[in-house]
């Protein structure tokens, strides 16, 4: 079974430019999120959406950060202007729906995009 | 608010030591628990989980208790591995997580 795909895997930036970043979760997984990794901390809730609806994104910089999961599939998060203050990796991870085989409550995470803006 | 507090690193073992890396949570409710794993250059992997009191996730050689009463769900290893080098992150159901332990276990 194919794991959570990302792309870039990395990405370098000056700041004020515009970044994008693509997740394509594992197939049939209704939950997907996105989290920012700073080094030498924990994954940060970005956002989460519900197939195409967001749950929750209550911790998502709403000024310059943007998400969105057209037809409840893939999705992409944007950052535009970058901030020095944004260089992290980012982590996508998906869900899948209750009643799949798996159970409910395990996130699969995808291998991240490193971001280094100068 | 719901949050993890984890026991910060770095730890750095012989191989064959024993391992507790410790975790404690404040949350409503009783939430499900888990441990992930970031070795060196790969991503977030699920370790374990438990979803009630009492409950015990193992994997690997690896164990956690869930522990209401002290609301708790520290990691133990009996015996490490070079291979078991990693960050280790604990997690509430509710996407939040600890800080994460880096864990450098040396021949």
């Known amino acids: 079974e194919a794991g959570v795909a990302q792309s870039p895997r990395y990405k370098i930036i000056e700041k004020r430019q515009s970044v994008a970043f693509w997740c394509n979760p594992i197939s049939g997984h209704a939950t997907l999120y996105w989290y920012q990794q700073i080094l030498g901390q924990g994954p940060k809730l970005l956002i989460q959406f519900q197939n195409n609806g967001v749950v929750d994104d209550s911790q998502l910089p709403k000024d310059r950060f943007s998400a969105e999961r057209l037809k409840g599939v893939d999705s992409t998060l944007k950052i535009q202007p970058a901030k020095l203050e944004d260089s992290a990796v980012y982590l996508c991870a998906s869900r899948p729906r209750a009643g799949l085989a798996e159970p409910e409550d395990t996130q699969y995470f995808g291998p991240g995009t490193r971001l280094t803006v100068l | 608010g719901n949050s993890v507090t984890q026991m910060e690193g770095p730890v750095t073992l012989s191989e064959e030591a024993f391992l507790t890396i410790n975790c404690t949570y404040t949350?409503?409710?009783?939430?499900?628990l888990f441990w992930y794993v970031q070795y060196p250059g790969e991503g977030l992997q699920l370790l374990l989980k438990a979803t009630k009191a009492d409950d015990k996730g193992s994997n690997k050689g690896f164990e956690a208790t869930y522990r209401k009463e002290t609301t708790s769900f520290h990691l133990e290893k009996g015996s490490v591995q070079v291979s078991d080098s990693a960050v280790y992150f604990c997690a509430l159901n509710d996407m939040r997580f600890g800080a994460g332990t880096r864990l450098t276990v040396k021949p």
């Open positions: 949350a409503t409710g009783y939430p499900s």
